[in-house]
């Protein structure tokens, strides 16, 4: 059986099926006695139903393939708005009905869909062309023949429409049209499928010994020969015919060997092809069926056919078998439906130098290839109709680029989208991109939202100015109440200096000294030893240091309350007092500390608060605690407070309670306002303000409870004297 192609606009089928057979034949004799048909050129999916068509195999491959296979090729150059056109007979519909299928499931997008209509004379061309025209495709896939699509054409030149490049489908990828010379600009850069070309051994010199003279004496032959050389055979010498047409007369000498014409070219055979391996295949079933082997046969009652009663549906059994070597490497085989495996050649048309359009194979399309050669393009070889020679862009939208997503338009296909930026702390990091996502806690988008970068670690290091100017105060801090106290002890038979006890004092200095330093621990990376260290280590201290000046506050209280007359307190009046103070108050917060390390322990974190950094600080394990800690230091501060308030003016040359209860105060305001202002920052800016309460407190203990005493001892040495106390003292009494 041989399919038919359409002439013209009014031939309504590309190709014709086998008569069905009717459901009586089929129950008296399923199949057996129908006769084997073999088509080189139907390709109608229709075809493929073997129940109907049981006997029918076919050289060409179905449609079906060809449509999946233009899909493909308009994915492959990533045009996703696109036009159909479909002559209105079987061949069109069905074909162009799974491309649009293909297409829509590969997420491009069907600007419109024409038919061709055969039954008009012009074919609904200027519809056709006028919808074109108001269309922003660029690419138009046509499933039609040659002859169906001229008026198309034509119609598109008068209306000088041809930055357009057009897919073919084999109907036409291969077609003349190109000859006609006034359609070469609007069929520049075609490409599309056509049916396999291969070559068939012996084709070319056979062709070439055909003579005049040879056994095949046809009038064709004559007419070609004549024709190709430009001559006139005389067969009778006797003839008066004229020679006024041709140069002369055809001595039978002439060669075949140098001439190149369609008649010699046998490197792009494609029907022909199809045909050869028809007779083929067949062959190569009677082959088989002839060197039929009787214990290996598989046919009824286990014999073998005769090849001169051949039956029908023994001759069909081995053409469902049968399998042929091809030149090239390809296989020839069917499937269960009768089909070959297919395989098309990819063509584009381009301009050849002599101005006219030749069609360049560009690729192939097998769908028996191995993983990732179903598909092959030589993208070097390719031609476009653009200036640049560049693959023609057909889309609705530009593509977003990165930092944006798409956002649909209400009422429009979902290949037409707005581009919308990424929001606050999302990217996107490939173009059309349907979301925007979140990056990972680590890291951040970067300015154009396109990528994750990792965020900086942020903590107060020793490098940046900010730690670098604390360390250096911290350690030049540490030093004054060491001078100082090398001062006292220079000076420890002076009147001031006893009567503030030595010992107390070099107490309080050196923790002074110790509360200074402990603020480096608050410097660098925080590592688990240093977690467990800066709190406990700051809050000890500054218990001893506070420790000691309550001790100093009851001491003069207690001394005063001893001087009068029938009291009893004398005893509490001596520094052992002082000191059972001291490591009673130390005592409770270093036990609490101990609790607070074995239950709780503070450890470095990743906090990731601040979007655009990475915070690494010390979790304190429990806050309760902390504030616990800190509740402690101002319990013991408020108290030394109240009661150097009270003793404020006890009659004292060195009135010792005032200068505690302006140090007391100014430690209590430091850390009221550390509060609040710790609460407000964050990261590296929480543990500096933490330090400078820490100086500022210790500055505020230096030089409200040390400096006037420095003064005295450095610059007014006569104050510092026994008989200057002695006369202070008669003046408080007389006062």
């Keep these: 059986m041989w399919g038919v192609k359409g002439a013209s606009c009014q031939v309504k089928d590309r190709t014709r099926a086998p008569a069905e057979e009717s459901p009586q034949r089929r129950e008296k004799n399923p199949g057996q006695e129908k006769a084997v048909q073999i088509s080189h050129y139907s390709t109608s999916h229709l075809l493929s139903d073997h129940k109907k068509f049981p006997s029918f195999f076919r050289t060409v491959p179905s449609d079906a393939f060809q449509s999946l296979g233009l899909a493909k090729l308009v994915m492959y150059f990533g045009w996703n708005w696109v036009g159909l056109l479909a002559v209105d007979n079987d061949y069109g519909q069905q074909g162009i009905q799974m491309v649009r299928q293909e297409i829509i499931k590969g997420g491009a997008c069907v600007a419109f869909a024409e038919n061709i209509m055969m039954n008009q004379p012009n074919c609904n061309a200027p519809h056709i062309v006028k919808v074109i025209r108001e269309s922003t495709v660029q690419v138009i896939i046509v499933f039609s023949t040659d002859v169906e699509l001229i008026p198309i054409l034509v119609e598109m030149l008068r209306h000088n429409i041809t930055n357009k490049t057009f897919v073919a489908s084999e109907a036409w990828s291969t077609s003349s049209l190109h000859s006609i010379g006034q359609l070469s600009r609007l069929l520049t850069g075609t490409i599309g499928l056509a049916f396999y070309s291969g070559s068939i051994p012996g084709l070319s010199r056979f062709l070439k010994a055909v003579h005049p003279n040879s056994s095949m004496e046809m009038d064709w032959i004559n007419i070609f020969w004549e024709q190709t050389f430009n001559c006139k055979l005389i067969r009778d010498k006797n003839s008066t015919d004229a020679l006024d047409n041709y140069l002369n007369e055809c001595t039978g000498q002439e060669n075949l060997e140098n001439i190149k014409n369609s008649f010699t070219d046998v490197s792009n055979l494609r029907t022909t092809y199809n045909v050869y391996t028809a007779v083929l295949v067949v062959a190569k079933a009677l082959d088989d069926l002839n060197n039929c082997i009787l214990s290996k046969s598989t046919l009824t009652q286990n014999n073998c056919a005769d090849i001169y009663q051949l039956k029908p549906w023994q001759l069909l059994y081995y ?417």
Excluded at 470 to 491: D, E, G, N, T
Aim: charged share 15%; aromatic share 12%.
């Design 319 to 735: 053409m469902k078998k049968a399998r042929v070597k091809l030149n090239g490497g390809r296989e020839l085989y069917f499937d269960q439906n009768g089909d070959p495996p297919a395989v098309y050649d990819i063509v584009n048309w381009q301009m050849s130098p002599d101005g006219g359009i030749q069609q360049v194979k560009v690729g192939s399309y097998d769908t028996a290839a191995a993983t990732g050669q179903l598909f092959i393009i030589n993208a070097s070889l390719l031609r476009w109709a653009t200036e640049d020679s560049q693959v023609p862009l057909s889309v609705c939208s530009e593509s977003c680029p990165l930092g944006f997503r798409k956002a649909p338009i209400k009422g429009q296909p979902v290949c037409c989208f707005e581009c919308v930026g990424c929001p606050q702390g999302e990217i996107s990091n490939h173009t059309d991109a349907v979301d925007c996502f979140k990056c990972p806690k680590d890291k951040w988008p970067n300015p154009q939202k396109s990528q994750c970068l990792q965020k900086p670690i942020d903590y107060l290091s020793f490098e940046e100015p900010l730690g670098t100017t604390l360390m250096i105060s911290s350690i030049a801090s540490s030093f004054i109440p060491s001078l100082i106290l090398r001062l006292f002890i220079k000076h420890k038979n002076s009147p001031i200096v006893k009567a503030n006890n030595l010992t107390l004092s070099c107490l309080l200095l050196t923790s002074l000294s110790f509360c200074f330093l402990c603020s480096l621990v608050f410097i660098g990376y925080p590592i688990p030893e240093k977690c467990l260290l800066r709190q406990v280590a700051f809050g000890l201290v500054f218990t001893l240091c506070i420790s000691c000046i309550l001790a100093k506050t009851m001491l003069v209280v207690f001394v005063f309350m001893a001087t009068r007359p029938g009291t009893s307190l004398k005893k509490w009046a001596s520094p052992q007092v002082s000191y059972l103070i001291i490591a009673m108050c130390f005592s409770i917060q270093l036990i609490f500390c101990i609790t607070w390390l074995s239950l709780t322990p503070p450890f470095p974190q990743y906090s990731f608060q601040v979007q655009s950094i990475i915070i690494v600080e010390c979790n304190e394990g429990s806050p309760i605690a902390f504030w616990i800690m800190l509740g402690y230091l101002f319990l013991l501060a408020a108290i030394s407070f109240i009661v150097a308030f009270l003793a404020r003016r006890l009659p004292d040359t060195f009135n010792e309670a005032q200068f505690i209860t302006f140090s007391m105060m100014a430690f209590l305001s430091v850390w009221i306002s550390y509060i609040p202002a710790s609460l407000s920052a964050q990261g590296k800016y929480t543990v500096a303000m933490e330090i400078f309460g820490i100086l500022a407190s210790s500055w505020a203990l230096v030089i409200c409870m040390f400096l006037p005493k420095c003064f005295i001892l450095l610059f007014r040495p006569q104050k510092n004297t026994r008989e200057y106390l002695m006369k202070s003292k008669c003046a408080l009494k007389t006062v």
